[in-house]
């Protein structure tokens, strides 16, 4: 069983669309994340939610907005997506503040 | 500014010996100080966690130090095997015990057989 899984695992689109990523853990952790890695592998925070609230809102582009239906689920959605927008997104969980685990990525390109 | 640096972007060294990596940060007080492995095309996989009142932390050929006077960890792995070569990247929790992590910019480690 994938303790923390990704959909889809690559997504092309044209700029413009509107997409959306999802994330699940069965780990039952209360803390879930949204990380961008860039082309230079720097890994940057976007958001954080603890028991479905939201906890950590990062400088990020109001066209990106966190959902989370329930505690092992959270979802990603950019809107009027940008060429600046390609990079891998990481969904992580963690139980309490210490180890994080993620999930395999999801590879956005934007054309 | 703010941030967390790892000594270089990229470390080779010859299998057998202690591949040592550095993380440095600034402006910072960290309640704890992670060391993750990323591998080509897949996520972080976290390997050891040492809180700010630790010294050192092992974990089989892993060991990790922490000194928060001089702001920096290090972290080595002895014994180096090919296998290791990945990219190490350090996180720290940014203000003390909250969920937020910052990471480093990573390390490159090639161990050469």
């Known amino acids: 069983d994938t303790a923390v899984s990704q959909t889809p695992k690559y997504l092309v689109t044209q700029m413009g669309n509107d997409k959306s990523i999802k994330c699940e853990q069965n780990?039952?952790?209360?803390?879930m994340y949204w990380y961008k890695q860039d082309s230079k592998k720097f890994l940057k925070i976007m958001f954080s939610?603890?028991?479905?609230?939201?906890?950590i809102n990062e400088t990020v582009p109001n066209r990106f907005s966190p959902k989370s239906p329930d505690k092992a689920h959270l979802n990603l959605h950019i809107n009027s997506l940008e060429l600046g927008d390609s990079a891998v997104y990481f969904c992580?969980?963690?139980?309490?503040?210490?180890?994080?685990?993620f999930g395999p990525g999801t590879r956005l390109l934007v054309l | 500014s703010q941030k967390i640096e790892q000594n270089s972007e990229a470390l080779n060294i010859q299998e057998g010996k202690t591949a040592t990596l550095t993380c440095n940060y600034t402006?910072?007080?960290?309640?704890?100080l992670q060391w993750y492995r990323q591998d080509p095309g897949r996520g972080p996989v976290f390997l050891l966690l040492?809180?700010?009142?630790?010294k050192e932390k092992r974990k089989e050929r892993l060991k990790v130090t922490f000194d928060t006077t001089l702001k920096q960890s290090l972290f080595h792995i002895t014994a180096s095997q090919p296998a290791d070569s990945a990219t190490y990247l350090c996180?720290?929790?940014?203000?003390?015990?909250?969920?937020?992590?910052?990471f480093g910019t990573g390390t490159r480690l090639k161990v050469l057989a």
């Open positions: 996180a720290l929790d940014i203000d003390g015990g909250t969920y937020k992590y910052i």
């Open positions: 992580a969980s963690a139980d309490g503040q210490e180890t994080q685990y």
């Open positions: 402006n910072y007080s960290p309640a704890y």
């Open positions: 780990l039952g952790h209360d803390t």
């Open positions: 040492i809180r700010e009142n630790e």
């Open positions: 939610y603890n028991n479905k609230e939201l906890i």
